[in-house]
């Protein structure tokens, strides 16, 4: 079962942290661990990837505010950042426009490339 603090989350292996379609303003930087990440096809689950720690998670929907577009399951116990959407806010308001369209940009057409993955 998931133990969560402030601004730190702890997982147990098969511990869900985000769920396919969910809405969150949060990504998470994965300190110690490793999480599987998981699409639906139909009734079911299939695996397309592995976070590995020193790596972010959530990051999209972060970043577009678009439901989560995939489930991400701990493989380990797991320990995590979180970082609130305020704080990206907080950081954009301080730097060139251009920051922020990049984001979402990069953001758009990585949302467009995974929508084209076949699983």
């Known amino acids: ?15 869900v942290l985000l769920r396919e379609g969910e809405e969150s303003s949060v990504m998470y930087y ?8 998981f699409k639906r096809k139909g009734n079911a689950e299939q695996q397309i990837g592995t976070i590995y720690s020193g790596e972010l998670v959530g990051e999209m929907s972060f970043l577009d505010k678009q439901p989560r577009s995939a489930t991400v399951k701990a493989i380990t116990e797991c320990e995590l950042v979180v970082i609130k959407g305020e704080k990206l806010e ?16 990069l953001t758009e057409r990585l949302r ?4 084209r993955i076949k699983i």
């Open 112 to 115: 467009k490339a995974n929508a």
């Open 90 to 105: 907080e950081l954009l308001d301080k730097l060139p426009k251009w920051y922020r369209v990049l984001l979402i940009t």
């Open 30 to 37: 994965l300190n110690t661990g490793s999480l599987a990440i």
């Open 1 to 15: 079962m998931s133990h969560r603090t402030n601004e730190i989350v702890h997982l147990q292996p098969d511990d």
